[in-house]
């Protein structure tokens, strides 16, 4: 399966909230504390595992100024940032 | 002073008075009878059911709350414990468990495992099982403590020791930093022991004096651990209802476990019109400088205020409490006795 068409969803070892448009994620076992920017809390909250990556990258090129190319590029690299610290997994 | 990502966002939950953190006593049975305990069992009320707690997790769901502290009582008495633990972080919150641990066997430890907790903190007084279960007056108790740090280290759950700092345990502390430190545990100790929540004084009677609190902090810290620090004018008085609450196990709502002035009852109430009750905005009003004597006395640089601890023992939310007074004296004078050079 190509990436693009992967499901993005929220790891278990993560607790979070969206505040004021950004997402403060709490990663439980490290008891670390991140802090996503606009683009990225938006990416954070659509990741629900049940949309493709494809499809949160149509969101966001419809919310946001970039073109389509470079939101599937961004959510993509985004997504697979967040999995290494584990606070996604890709289905 | 500039604040990083997350320290801004504290801030912002902290000016638009967002109940960022929350501390929800699921109930108030306990298998021990701790000396300085400020809760009273028996009250003839009727705590929460599993439903009416669910229905209090939506709210704060709502609200934004990220942090969610179940304590009591002893949270394990509670045999709906974990419907309600798994429902709260199905609902996204970030779990603090407070608990005695004595109830924890193996397959309590896994399930604590599966619930992904930010941390468990379980009471601690002493390495000497004399001393914890004489604090506890509960033969046995320290055993059952210490095997409970065991079984959740084996899962690797995040554990603290939380030790409230006594006459009867003070010379523990040193011995407790190590056991700490031996089993890779968080370390947290209090030196507030506060009145019951009926009125009753009876725990203060437990407390540390001017004294024994000088030659505590004398012999267990560095001179630059004590420095004084300066207070600005606008600083609010604490976090209480501006960005935490309390919630009793009847569904009483504070703003913090030892103000006890009600905000409303979740039961009847939604947390929307509760967040607005006028001791909540009282306290959002209030600065520092609004202390007539608190913000001129010459002691405030070395004050830790509690306004809840001056309203339980001194009867006034605004005015000194006695015990911050006694805490800020031994505090100065630490920190201006005469040291070695290696201090």
Known sequence: MSIENKIPS?????????VDGEAVIVLLKKSRVHVLNEVGSRIWELSNGKRSIKKIADT????????KKKALKDTIEFVKSLTKKEMMVLK | ??????????????????????????TYKCNLKCVHCYVTEEKGEKELSTEEIKSIINQLAEANTLYLT???????????????????????????LLTNGTLVTPQIANKIRDLNPLSVRMSLYATDPDVHDAITRSKGSQRKTVKAFSLLKEREIKVAINSVLMKENVGEFKRLKAFAQEIDSGFVFDLGII?????????????????????????????????????????????AGLNTIYISPYGEAYPCVSIRESCG???????????????????????????????????????????????????????????????????????EKPRKATD
């Open chain 1, 10 to 18: 929220k790891s278990p070892q993560t607790a979070s909230r969206i």
């Open chain 1, 60 to 67: 966001i090129f419809k919310e946001f100024q970039v073109t």
């Open chain 2, 1 to 26: 002073m500039k604040l990083d990502y997350y320290q801004k966002i504290v801030k912002k939950t902290v000016d638009e008075n967002i109940p960022f953190t929350v501390h929800f006593d699921l």
């Open chain 2, 70 to 96: 179940f304590s009591g009582g002893e949270i394990f008495t509670r045999e709906d414990f974990f419907e309600i633990a798994s429902y709260a972080r199905k609902k996204g919150f970030a779990l603090r």
């Open chain 2, 195 to 239: 009145p019951c929540d009926n009125g009753s004084k009876k725990p203060l009677t437990h407390r540390l004096t001017e004294n024994d609190l000088i030659d505590f902090f004398s012999s267990n810290s560095r001179t630059s651990e004590w420095e004084p620090i300066e207070i600005p004018d606008d600083s609010p008085l604490c976090g």
């Open chain 2, 265 to 335: 009852n979740l039961t009847r109430q939604p947390l929307s019109e509760i967040w607005q009750a006028p001791i909540l905005k009282r306290l959002r009003a209030t600065k520092f400088s609004d202390l007539k004597e608190c913000s001129t006395c010459p002691l405030k640089s070395y004050c830790f205020r509690c306004p809840g601890l001056a309203l339980l023992e001194d009867g006034n939310l605004f005015g000194p409490s006695q015990a911050a007074c006694t805490l800020a004296r031994a505090r100065k004078t630490t920190y």
